[in-house]
């Protein structure tokens, strides 16, 4: 079984969205019960969205949860040396673009501020230096990346 590795803080995060998915679905199937107690309910449009809308949502909690069971805490080292998992990093593309984030574990949602070391990115850099210059691929296009400055874990507050 694969393992994927998060903060404390990430772990609650996740276990909330699953708490939050599960009320969300309990209300969609409760919704469903009220509008399908008529006699052919799969002619009722209100009947058949909530149908759709608890599958994709039974769905997602699933996959959460198998996602959760996988999960493993992990604080980051306080150090700044390398880009490691929970250290702030600036990097600088080919064209000159300056991009800052803090290297996370696994991650549910797209946040900009946030990258994840299971991305093409994150892999890219895992254990860079700076000045170390990275390559990495996102479908057809090759991405060339310059570590421009590491922080350590407190001072990204991760």
Request: charged share 35%; no cysteine; aromatic share 8%.
């Amino acid at each position: 079984m694969n393992k994927y590795i998060v903060t404390e803080k990430e772990y609650k995060e996740i276990g909330e969205r699953i708490k939050k998915l599960e009320i969300e679905l309990r209300e969609v199937m409760k919704e469903k019960g009220s509008v399908g107690s008529e006699v052919d309910s799969w002619h009722d449009e209100g009947f058949k969205l909530a149908v759709m809308q608890q599958h994709r949502l039974s769905k997602r909690l699933g996959e959460l949860e198998d996602l959760f069971m996988k999960l493993e805490i992990i604080e980051p080292k306080e150090q700044k040396e390398q880009v490691y998992f929970g250290t702030g990093v600036e990097i600088e593309y080919d064209n000159g673009e300056i991009f800052k984030f803090i290297l996370v574990g696994y991650q549910i949602t797209n946040d900009g501020e946030k990258v994840s070391i299971y991305s093409p990115l994150g892999q890219a850099i895992l254990g860079a230096k700076v000045g170390e210059r990275r390559i990495f691929q996102v479908g057809e296009k090759i991405i060339k990346v310059t570590i421009k400055k590491i922080l350590s874990p407190s001072e990204v507050n991760i």
